[in-house]
């Protein structure tokens, strides 16, 4: 069964040792006349939380774009699971895609579906068996803590029980690449939280390689500083002022690359624009 193959086997395995899940080499984009990327040049390891930051405007919802590839570069090039994407058929692309989980910032449930169609879309697409599927959809509301949502529709949920759905429907094939774009975008302070605690249980449990851009500086340090605790069942700061390797930050201003480092480099840098930035 198809769908069985992308759980059982994924896209990292199959990669040569040392092979970034996502590399981009001076890549640009335009539209009208106006260039909206300018010469990014970037990569994501296997396992990295990558968090991306800057001002609204910047290039980042079309960078995720381009991971995704829905859309190709100008100029420059753009590999994922150690394959270039612009070299990829549309039915090649199809078949990446199925390893990647999409989280977009307004959910983007299909309201006329209940909670569990809309979780297992994708497994449906795949012609996974109703028992399967059901199992498997109990499996990811379980994790986001809504399993007993499943058969409300979107019209009867709050913006974060939307946003967990988007979230269970993102990790049901247990894809090996998550793309999170502003995931606490529109919520309060509080269910923010809890939306970005259910993505440091998926970074932390998973182990899943993860592209997250978002606008709230909270939340970006938060994922840094924090760990998901299997006893307590909730997130909890890293003792003794920690940081969590693997996640790491990706700085945009007006289509370029500002900073592409870890946590004490970007506390700590000295550029101007940068202080500013994250004050």
């Not at 989280?103 to 979780?119: G, K």
């Not at 690449?177 to 449990?205: A, M, W």
Request: proline letters at 5%.
């Amino acid at each position: 069964m198809a769908s069985a193959s992308l759980s059982e086997k994924g896209m990292v395995e199959s990669m040569a040792p040392g092979t970034p899940v996502v590399e981009f080499e001076h890549v640009s984009i335009g539209f009208d006349g106006h260039e909206v990327l300018r010469d990014v040049s970037f990569r994501v390891e296997p396992g990295e939380t990558r968090i991306l930051l800057g001002p609204a405007g910047g290039g980042k919802s079309v960078l995720m774009k381009l991971t995704n590839g829905l859309m190709m570069p100008d100029s420059g090039s753009i590999r994922v699971f150690g394959r270039c994407l612009q070299e990829m058929t549309e039915k090649e692309l199809f078949e990446m895609r199925a390893h990647v989980g999409m989280v977009f910032q307004e959910s983007a449930l299909f309201d006329s579906l209940n909670v569990e169609d809309n979780v297992a879309y994708r497994l449906h697409e795949e012609h996974v068996s109703e028992e399967e599927s059901h199992a498997r959809v109990v499996e990811a509301l379980r994790f986001v803590e809504l399993e007993k949502a499943i058969a409300k529709f979107p019209s009867e949920l709050s913006g974060g029980m939307r946003r967990r759905v988007s979230i269970a429907r993102a990790i049901i094939t247990k894809p090996d690449l998550l793309l999170y774009d502003s995931p606490t975008g529109g919520l309060d302070p509080i269910t923010s939280t809890t939306i970005i605690e259910l993505v440091v249980k998926q970074r932390d449990v998973s182990h899943a390689t993860a592209l997250l851009i978002t606008h709230r500086l909270q939340d970006a340090f938060t994922l840094a500083t924090h760990r998901w605790s299997p006893t307590k069942s909730a997130m909890e700061p890293i003792p003794d002022h920690g940081l969590d390797p693997g996640t790491k930050f990706l700085v945009i201003n007006e289509g370029s690359v500002v900073f592409d480092g870890g946590t004490l480099e970007l506390t700590g840098s000295t550029d101007p624009w940068l202080r500013s930035y994250l004050q």
